[in-house]
């Protein structure tokens, strides 16, 4: 379980890395958002990766997180996950007011060589 998790995140966050290294817009935003699945994904995997174990206290069961999964990053990850959304929205606004204003979807703000 660890190895494919640890693998995702990787692929996750070797594509955010590449696609926001390219020239364009839309790309970028993509690249942001795959970037942010990566780091959501290491944040949950830092509250223990276990099956079949509640992410809660149970009665007969000594408090430690020995026992229990550590809620604290499923609540950090909801809330990465909610604001994440929030940005990609922002920034598809502002991607369509650039190519209005500038009349492509360039980084730089300069189209095509030609």
Do not use: K
């Not at 920034?91 to 650039?98: E, P, S, W």
């Amino acid at each position: 379980m660890e190895i494919v998790m640890a693998g995702a995140i990787g692929v996750l966050t070797a594509c955010g890395v590449w696609l926001l290294l390219r020239p364009r817009t839309y790309q970028v935003i993509i690249g942001l958002c795959l970037l942010g699945y990566g780091v959501n994904l290491f944040i949950f995997s830092m509250g223990r990766l276990a099956v079949d174990r509640e992410p809660v206290l149970q009665a007969g069961i000594p408090t430690t997180l020995q026992f229990n999964s550590d809620p604290m990053p499923q609540a950090l990850v909801l809330t990465a996950i909610v604001i994440g959304f929030a940005m990609t929205a922002l920034f598809l606004v502002v991607l369509l007011a650039q190519r209005g204003f500038f009349g492509n979807d360039h980084v730089d703000g300069q189209g095509d060589a030609e």
